[in-house]
């Protein structure tokens, strides 16, 4: 098994709605695994979630993620934390310069961050003879305590950031286009879960891919027959069957489109202030992190 320390940020602003945000992130985390055939267990700490699967995986795709660590998991004592820093610098043999990040996720520990780095840095200059560099050290060996439990890694991938997928209701996107998908990925990362609108098989499978994989259910799809012509009893009946509170379009300032009167939704525009360029890029960052 693989041990991780994923952390989250927006969720932590949510106060009596934080344990109900936190439970909706383990959750997303678990399923986006099981797509990948991996079998995952979480637990929920105090501004934490613990994972454990089966084998290395990316969590790059998990809206509400900031970061996440390959992590090692020992006692609190300082003691074991001499130990662990020890064996961890043991590991990487070519190593001149170190240095030891400590944050202590709750102060109830008796030793300040910074007294825990001067203990444990200079246990490792006492033993290895190696260097500390507080600016560009060969090895970071971050340690994260929290209760009688201390978590030790030397790397943080960043998550795309948000809040979980599922959390403040669901949008129906018109899907007519790349920069739709944007649209789309966008009110994703705010929260919200999607079903799309199309007309076109062959672009549903061109530009669903990329949705799914930052959705961890089954994104539902309906037709319509012309999305650029929208009747408005037909996409009121859309809006009804999916039980949307907003329709995604992909308008920008450059391209406006006029949607018919009455429609039962709010009409959400995330791109409005964005160029075609900025979209481009937007969308890369996002492919990159699916591996697409």
């Not at 949607?259 to 791109?271: E, I, Q």
Request: glycine share 8%; net charge positive; proline share 3%.
């Amino acid at each position: 098994m693989v041990f991780y320390v994923v952390r989250y940020s927006e969720i932590g602003l949510k106060g009596k709605n934080r344990p109900g945000f936190e439970r909706k992130l383990a959750s997303n985390i678990r399923i986006s695994l099981k797509n990948k055939g991996l079998d995952a267990e979480t637990k929920a700490l105090r501004g934490r979630i613990l994972l454990n699967v089966q084998k290395k995986a990316s969590l790059r795709t998990v809206f509400g993620i900031s970061s996440y660590s390959q992590a090692e998991e020992t006692g609190a004592l300082l003691s074991e934390l001499k130990q662990k820093a020890l064996k961890i610098a043991g590991q990487s043999k070519k190593t001149t310069t170190f240095r030891i990040s400590t944050q202590r996720i709750n102060k109830d520990y008796p030793l300040a961050s910074p007294e825990i780095n001067n203990q444990v840095g200079q246990h490792l200059v006492d033993k290895t003879g190696m260097s500390v560099d507080l600016e560009e050290p060969d090895l970071d060996i971050c340690i994260e305590i929290l209760g009688g439990k201390a978590w030790f890694f030397t790397s943080k991938t960043q998550g795309p950031g948000g809040l979980p997928v599922g959390t403040q209701g669901k949008a129906l996107l018109l899907l007519n286009s790349e920069a739709a998908v944007l649209a789309g990925l966008l009110v994703m990362k705010r929260g919200c879960s999607l079903d799309i609108a199309i007309t076109d098989a062959l672009a549903q499978k061109k530009y669903l891919a990329l949705l799914q994989s930052y959705h961890p259910a089954g994104i539902k799809t309906y037709e319509l027959k012309n999305l650029s012509d929208l009747n408005k009893n037909e996409l009121n009946k859309v809006l009804e069957q999916a039980q949307a509170k907003a329709l995604v379009v992909p308008d920008t300032l450059d391209e406006i489109q006029d949607y018919p009167v009455g429609v039962g939704a709010r009409v959400l525009r995330p791109l409005i202030a964005l160029t075609d360029k900025q979209i481009g890029r937007e969308l890369e960052k996002y492919k990159r992190s699916a591996s697409f």
